[in-house]
């Protein structure tokens, strides 16, 4: 019977110190990372500093806004020289225009919008030609474009490009009532539609070149956005409670950091739905590691769960903006309590914000044993708060809140942890 207790102990051991080991691990990769001791500097021009910091330090959402202007930049810019300083048109900029409308974040999505659009350009300017050399230049034809082409734009085959059906007839318009009369007016018509080709065979062309983004990178970063914002709030905090600099112009830029995570997650489910696109016409994916990559299936739980802590956060910065303290020790102890688990969320944040399916196992490892330096943290704020005696039931005190709202952050990261760690096992 001893023996056998002992044989059961064993395996216990070991699963402890693989735990051990991930946290020691983890506590170096942090050291060196971006852990903040002092609280971020505030103004305007800090801020600014530190999104072009976030933007620099790491692919997320910052660096993908500065990339799309890059690209839409340069796309512009050559269908600027093809349509103005090769083809000398009249109009140029629908070149430009165009190359700029159809960049998507996947090259299927350029791919499929370039032929809406074309076909909703060409549609406007065959409606104004067709009426136009029927009844003429005049106001009453140009009521009449307006109605048959916003009633095409409506047609569901066109998407979200059909509006640039009443948009084409109307430049269409234009065009012909300055145009030379006979075969000039046809010649700027058509003039159109050509550079509409080229504006949009230069967008695609820049988007397949330049970074096109592939389907596990879609799906992952959906994730990488959602989990660095969450680093970079909570990062931002919880220096602030230790120290107790929680006026009210801090607080009030955490709420608003926090209730602005919409658009993140809009971003994030829909680079989640649109993951399989970019496997579609990517020449990347031929090529040499990226050939024959499957999916991970467990991304979707993930980015459920980080959606769920991003309106959590919003929840609690909310419970802070509305607290008013009294500057008791009390508060700052629980304060300072609540920053050492908001510092052990973040580091689990921060392995989110790296996730990768080439070392998912590794991490999956560190973000357990991680998720156990967090639940010790989140129970030593519970035990403080009990400890006190703080009011956890009055509702003219945030305590109750922030203590709930710790527990569901815990909860839902907990979450996370164990579908990556259940994926890997498999």
Known sequence: MAGQTRKQELPARKRNHRTDERGARSGKRWASGGHRERPAAQGRIARVQQWWSRAWGSAGHERHTLLLIGKS??????????SYNLLDAESPAFAPFSAVLIMQVTVYQSLLQSLRYVGAV???VAVQAALGYLAGPDLLTFALVAVVALTIGRWPALGSQGSQVA????????TYVSAPAGLGKITHLGQIILLVLIGCGVGVVVNVALVPPLRYRSAEHGIH?????????????????????????????WRSRAEQ???LITQAENGLRTARESLWYNPRNR?????GRTGFEGYGAVLEALERTMYQM???????????????????????????????????????????????????GELCGLADQ??????????????????????????????????????????????????VDQ
Do not use: K, N
């Open 73 to 82: 930049t340069l796309a512009a810019t050559i269908a600027w020289v093809c």
């Open 122 to 124: 060409a549609t406007g």
């Open 167 to 174: 948009t084409a007839a109307f430049f269409a318009f234009s």
């Open 225 to 253: 956005t959602l989990a660095r914002a969450l680093c970079d709030l909570v990062s931002d905090m919880y220096p602030a409670m230790r120290e107790g600099e929680t006026g009210e112009e801090r607080i009030s830029h």
């Open 261 to 263: 995570t919409g658009g």
């Open 287 to 291: 090529l040499g590691r990226h050939r």
């Open 314 to 364: 919003a929840s609690l910065t909310r419970s802070l903006d509305q607290w008013r303290q009294d500057g008791s020790e009390r508060d700052r102890r629980f304060l300072r309590g609540y920053a050492d688990f908001l510092e052990s969320i973040s580091r689990i944040a921060q392995v989110l914000g790296e996730l990768s399916e080439e070392s998912l196992s590794d991490q999956a």
């Open 374 to 423: 967090a639940q010790q943290c989140c129970r030593q704020v519970t035990e403080q708060a009990e400890q006190d005696g703080l009011p956890l039931t009055a509702p003219a005190y945030p305590y109750g809140v922030l203590v709930v709202e710790a527990t569901r952050l815990m909860d839902e990261f907990q979450h996370t942890c164990d579908v990556l760690q259940r994926q």
